[in-house]
């Protein structure tokens, strides 16, 4: 041990060490000046040099900010992001056990599927949209060939939360979900599904207690992936959402017409969100790891 500690570095160390923390500073550079920023004084602005340390801007965000409801925002981002997870990580566990199978034409619907992930992401939303639209008009016709005009009048769309805005999501959430899948199940030792099947469990046993254990780490990361990547999304929600905002959205539009720190208070309070989301995904990572481990 103490040769180790009285060994010089490479001569390459110390500018790889310099290049690290320059990277490192840009990555978390900005979002650290958000946090310090709203926590500025009554008389703080959006700029350096940082006027007193309160809680001010934050009391300000909570009484609102203008026109905007940022409170309905908050609610509509959190209830899309939970059921976006929800759908993630129940057709990614679907999918990955069904590709532990051949199936026919496995290959051309696992592309399919990931082909979102290098397409534009604003065309997909414009094209989500479109097809909505495009809904909307053939069931007006249809409520106008059969003469219901009560129903007629109080359509309005079919674009959404839980339609359009959730489909263009998935289209996110989902690949990276398979991937996660695929990778976990080619790594899975089908022997522990033999052993239960030979102790006369049923398949839907064996995958309770024996499968679902196993990869029960890997579905909270799904999981946390689904939310995480919902909770931001801009580009795919801005053409297929309708006529209400998420938060990121809202975000986006407040950036040119707010312009005192609480749009700081909003971005640590947003993050805060999604780091707290990541603690519980990676603490019940850890549990379900530890568990399964004492099982074994």
Same mark, same amino acid.
């Given at each position: 041990?103490?040769?180790?500690?009285g060994?010089k570095?490479?001569?390459g160390?110390?500018?790889?060490a310099?290049?690290?923390?320059?990277?490192?500073?840009?990555?978390?550079g900005?979002?650290i000046?958000?946090?310090?920023l709203?926590f500025?004084?009554?008389?703080?602005?959006?700029?350096?040099p940082?006027?007193?340390?309160s809680l001010?801007?934050?009391?300000?965000?909570?009484?609102?900010?203008?026109? %905007?409801?940022?409170?309905?925002a /908050? @609610?509509r981002? *959190? $209830?899309?992001?939970a059921?976006?997870m929800a759908? &993630?990580v129940?057709?990614? %566990?679907?999918?990955g056990?069904? /590709? @532990?199978?051949? *199936? $026919?034409g496995s290959?051309?619907?696992f592309?399919? &599927?990931?082909?979102s992930?290098i397409?534009?992401s604003i065309?997909?939303?414009?094209g989500?949209?479109?097809?909505?639209?495009?809904?909307d008009?053939g069931i007006?016709?249809a409520?106008?060939?059969?003469?219901?005009?009560?129903?007629?009048?109080n359509y309005g769309t079919?674009?959404?939360?839980?339609?359009?805005?959730?489909?263009?999501?998935?289209t996110?959430?989902l690949?990276?979900?398979?991937?996660?899948m695929?990778?976990?199940?080619?790594?899975?030792?089908p022997a522990?599904?033999?052993?239960?099947?030979?102790?006369?469990?049923t398949?839907w046993q064996?995958?309770?207690h024996?499968?679902?254990?196993?990869?029960?780490p890997s579905?909270?990361g799904i999981?946390m992936?689904g939310?995480t990547?919902?909770?931001?999304?801009?580009?795919?929600?801005?053409?297929?959402?309708g006529?209400v905002?998420t938060?990121?959205?809202e975000?986006q539009?407040?950036?040119?017409?707010?312009t005192?720190?609480?749009i700081?208070a909003l971005?640590t309070v947003?993050t805060i969100?999604?780091l707290?989301?990541m603690?519980v995904?990676?603490?019940?990572?850890?549990?379900l790891?530890?568990?399964?481990t004492?099982r074994?």
């Amino acid at each position: 041990m103490s040769n180790r500690i009285g060994e010089k570095r490479a001569a390459g160390f110390w500018p790889l060490a310099l290049v690290f923390a320059l990277f490192v500073l840009f990555l978390y550079g900005p979002m650290i000046t958000i946090f310090v920023l709203s926590f500025q004084g009554p008389e703080g602005g959006l700029t350096f040099p940082l006027r007193g340390v309160s809680l001010h801007w934050f009391y300000k965000l909570a009484e609102g900010l203008g026109t %905007v409801d940022i409170g309905a925002a /908050f @609610r509509r981002s *959190l $209830a899309l992001g939970a059921v976006v997870m929800a759908f &993630t990580v129940v057709l990614s %566990v679907l999918a990955g056990l069904a /590709f @532990r199978k051949k *199936l $026919a034409g496995s290959n051309a619907l696992f592309f399919v &599927t990931v082909a979102s992930l290098i397409m534009p992401s604003i065309i997909i939303s414009l094209g989500i949209g479109l097809q909505f639209r495009l809904l909307d008009t053939g069931i007006k016709e249809a409520l106008t060939a059969m003469d219901a005009t009560g129903a007629l009048e109080n359509y309005g769309t079919a674009l959404g939360l839980f339609t359009s805005a959730l489909g263009a999501h998935l289209t996110w959430t989902l690949p990276f979900g398979l991937l996660i899948m695929f990778a976990v199940f080619n790594r899975f030792n089908p022997a522990y599904e033999e052993a239960a099947r030979d102790l006369g469990a049923t398949p839907w046993q064996t995958f309770r207690h024996v499968v679902l254990p196993l990869i029960g780490p890997s579905i909270v990361g799904i999981g946390m992936f689904g939310f995480t990547l919902s909770w931001d999304e801009i580009a795919r929600t801005s053409q297929a959402i309708g006529d209400v905002n998420t938060l990121p959205l809202e975000l986006q539009g407040l950036t040119s017409t707010v312009t005192t720190p609480s749009i700081y208070a909003l971005g640590t309070v947003t993050t805060i969100v999604s780091l707290g989301v990541m603690a519980v995904a990676l603490g019940g990572a850890s549990l379900l790891r530890r568990r399964s481990t004492r099982r074994s």
